[in-house]
């Protein structure tokens, strides 16, 4: 199954840009982040996640500068209906007049024209309700595709309930959730995503790291199969459906090449289903 976004082929596993910022804090690693976007996009990752409010857009300006002129075959995802609030915890923007300011911002962050991709950020987590129905803010969404400034939109946190009402008013073309060994309550989506033949970007597919410990240790398999633990459980979602997309995010080269090679592993369907009864 050839996974696409419009005109364009997706590859994989993707980078998510969450903690470029904090790779520009260290005075000695000035130029990492952008070392590390051309290694992510040179190994493959086609799809790159950021959003405004990641470092009060220091994730756009870093992208743009490392990546500018965009390849043809790149994909730049961004998020609208959440804002950075008070110390830095995830406010709602769902409004029509949020969602236009921070468009207007990604453009010029990223020194782009219009965006390949935005995803509208629904509650969930630390992001409370805005209080602006789904519909209304697709409506928002809707009118800025149809003036070309956004190419495709796409929904983050979604339930199949909140991507069926979004479809009512535009196409949803990509679905963007958390998933990680030992997180249950996800495969309805994917499967949802699987009939429509539509990428569903696994965010936080490491689980923090911390999150994956505390369910299952993958040591043992590591071992087995002479990969990380990382590895390991990249390579877990790639097999469980052929739309899904990891986004590891990373500040190290050396792990982001890792994540990227986790695409040439492959678990046998036994230690799939296992990994999957984890919950």
């Given at each position: 199954?050839e996974l696409r ?5 997706i590859?994989?596993?993707?980078y998510g840009?969450m903690?470029l910022?904090g790779?520009?804090e260290?005075?000695?690693?000035t130029d ?8 992510a ?12 409010y990641?470092?009060d857009g220091?994730?756009?300006r ?7 002129p ?5 994909v730049i995802?961004t998020?609208v209906?959440?804002k950075?609030?008070?110390?830095g915890?995830?406010e709602?923007?769902?409004s029509a ?5 921070t468009v207007?911002r990604?453009l010029?962050?990223?020194g782009?024209s219009?965006?390949d991709l935005?995803?509208?950020?629904l509650?969930?987590?630390?992001l409370?309700?805005s209080?602006?129905?789904i519909?209304q ?13 956004i190419?495709?939109?796409?929904l983050s946190?979604a339930?199949?309930?909140?991507i069926?009402a979004a479809?009512?008013i535009?196409?949803v ?5 958390v998933h990680f060994?030992?997180?249950?309550g ?14 569903f970007?696994?965010?936080f597919?490491l689980?923090?790291g ?7 240790d993958?040591?043992p398999?590591?071992a087995a199969y002479?990969a ?5 459980a990249?390579?877990w979602l790639?097999?469980l459906s052929?739309v ?7 500040s190290?080269?050396?792990?982001v090449?890792?994540?990227?090679a986790?695409?040439?592993?492959s678990l046998s ?9 984890v919950?």
């Amino acid at each position: 199954m050839e996974l696409r976004l419009g005109d364009k082929r997706i590859n994989r596993m993707g980078y998510g840009a969450m903690r470029l910022p904090g790779i520009r804090e260290l005075p000695e690693n000035t130029d990492l982040s952008v070392r590390l976007l051309r290694e992510a996009v040179s190994l493959g990752a086609n799809v790159i996640d950021t959003a405004d409010y990641y470092g009060d857009g220091l994730a756009n300006r870093l992208i743009a500068e490392a990546l500018r002129p965009y390849p043809d075959e790149l994909v730049i995802a961004t998020k609208v209906g959440v804002k950075a609030g008070a110390n830095g915890h995830p406010e709602p923007a769902a409004s029509a007049d949020e969602i236009k300011g921070t468009v207007e911002r990604d453009l010029d962050g990223l020194g782009a024209s219009s965006l390949d991709l935005v995803f509208l950020r629904l509650p969930g987590g630390p992001l409370q309700d805005s209080g602006v129905p789904i519909e209304q803010s697709m409506e928002c969404l809707a009118e800025l595709q149809a003036d070309g400034v956004i190419k495709h939109i796409g929904l983050s946190s979604a339930s199949t309930g909140q991507i069926e009402a979004a479809k009512s008013i535009a196409s949803v073309d990509a679905v963007q959730n958390v998933h990680f060994v030992g997180n249950p309550g996800m495969m309805d989506v994917v499967h949802l995503c699987e009939s429509e033949g539509i990428p569903f970007l696994a965010y936080f597919p490491l689980g923090m790291g911390i999150l994956i410990r505390k369910k299952v240790d993958l040591g043992p398999l590591a071992a087995a199969y002479q990969a990380s633990e990382s590895q390991i459980a990249l390579a877990w979602l790639l097999a469980l459906s052929p739309v899904i997309v990891p986004i590891p995010g990373s500040s190290n080269i050396e792990h982001v090449r890792e994540n990227m090679a986790a695409s040439s592993l492959s678990l046998s369907a036994s230690d799939v289903e296992s990994l999957s009864n984890v919950a």
